[in-house]
C-alpha cells in the first residue's frame, strides 16, 4: 500500500511534501491504512513511519501506451522464458547511465558533499560527542565522498534496467533505432498498468518516466541517477523498469512476467514480409499466448 500510494494519504488524500511524516499501519477494522499526520489517529497499531521523499521518477498515467522494439529471436526468448529481460546498467552502450554529471564539472559536486559531510560530522545527534580534530573531520569527509564515488560505480553493476517507448502511436525512429528496421522485428505495445501488473505489483520493481536534463547546468542526484539522462536522449520517451541485485554478476537477468497481461499487440516490422504476420502467430499460439498480430500502421498507403 505505501508503495502504491506514496504520494498522498489514503483517507483525506493530503499529499505529502519532502520531510513530511507518513504513517504505516492498521485500522480499527485491521484494514492496511497509509496516513498522514492529520489521519494518524485513524490507525490501531502503528508499522513503520517514514520520512517522506518523493519518488526520483514521475509515475506515467495507467493506460499509457509503452513500446518495446525488438528483432524476432528476442521477442521468441521473452515468449520461451515467460519473463521480461532487464539489462545491466553497467553494459548500456551510454555511458553516462548512472553518471551524476559531467567530469570537467565534479569540482563543484565535491565541494558541495565535503562540506555536507563535514556539517554532519561536525553536528552529531545531540547525545553525541564528535570529539574530533578539525584534521580528523576532514579526513572523515574526504573517505566518505570516495565512498559516495564507489557506491555510484557499484550501482551501474547492481542497477537492471527494461527500457520502453511512451507513445500513443508506432514510432518510425524507434523501430530504426531498436531493430535497425530489420524485417524480421517486432514491437510489444503495453500499457503502464498492465506492465505493472505483469510483474507481479513488485514494490522492488520501480517503473516510471526517465526525466531529461541539461549536465551543463545541473546534475542528478545521489537517488536519482537512474531516472536522468543527457537532453540528446529526449526523442525516447523513455519509461523503465528498474530493479536492483546485488548478488547477480551477469550482464542481466530474467524477471518472470504475466505475457497475458504484458503484451496487448504485437506489431511487426514495416519491411517485413507478408508472411511474416503469420509466423508471429503461429509462435505465439505455441507458447500459448493469444494476442492480436497487426501489420505495422507505417505501410499503409497515402493518396494525392
Not at 48 to 67: A, C, D, E, G, Q
Not at 252 to 268: A, M, P, R, S, W
Request: glycine share 4%; with cysteine.
Amino acid at each position: 500500500m505505501a508503495f502504491e500510494s506514496h504520494d498522498a494519504c489514503v483517507s483525506c488524500g493530503y499529499a505529502f511534501n519532502k520531510g513530511d511524516t507518513s504513517h504505516l499501519g492498521y485500522g480499527n477494522d485491521d484494514e492496511p491504512l497509509y496516513v498522514c499526520d492529520k489521519c494518524a489517529k485513524l490507525l490501531k497499531e502503528t508499522a513503520i513511519r517514514h520520512y517522506f521523499m518523493p519518488r526520483p521518477y514521475i509515475l506515467p498515467v495507467p493506460n499509457s501506451k509503452l513500446w518495446r522494439y525488438m528483432d524476432f529471436t528476442k521477442y521468441v526468448s521473452l515468449l520461451a522464458s515467460r519473463g521480461l529481460y532487464f539489462t545491466s546498467a553497467d553494459s548500456f552502450e551510454d555511458n553516462y547511465e548512472g553518471a551524476k554529471g559531467l567530469k570537467n564539472h565534479k569540482e563543484k559536486w565535491d565541494s558541495h558533499f565535503l562540506e555536507f559531510f563535514r556539517s554532519a560530522i561536525k553536528n552529531p545527534p545531540p547525545e553525541y560527542k564528535h570529539g574530533l580534530s578539525e584534521v580528523e573531520v576532514e579526513n572523515q569527509a574526504s573517505k566518505l565522498l570516495a565512498d559516495l564515488e564507489l557506491v555510484g560505480m557499484a550501482n551501474k553493476q547492481s542497477t537492471f534496467i527494461s527500457c520502453w517507448h511512451e507513445s500513443e502511436h508506432e514510432s518510425e525512429a524507434m523501430w530504426r533505432l531498436y531493430s535497425s528496421f530489420l524485417a524480421n522485428a517486432v514491437a510489444v505495445r503495453t500499457t503502464y498498468e498492465s506492465l505493472y501488473q505483469s510483474l507481479g505489483r513488485d514494490p522492488s520493481i520501480y517503473i516510471g518516466r526517465v526525466q531529461y536534463i541539461d549536465l551543463k547546468k545541473s546534475y542528478a542526484s545521489v537517488n536519482d541517477a537512474f531516472w536522468r539522462k543527457r537532453k540528446s536522449f529526449e526523442h525516447e520517451r523513455e519509461v523503465r523498469a528498474v530493479v536492483h541485485d546485488l548478488d547477480c554478476k551477469e550482464q542481466g537477468k530474467v524477471l518472470t512476467c504475466d505475457l497475458d497481461q504484458l503484451i496487448e499487440e504485437v506489431f511487426v516490422s514495416p519491411k517485413a514480409p507478408a508472411w511474416f504476420a503469420e509466423l508471429v502467430t503461429d509462435v505465439n499460439k505455441k507458447y500459448g499466448v493469444q494476442v492480436a498480430v497487426s501489420t505495422s500502421e507505417l505501410i499503409e498507403e497515402p493518396f494525392f
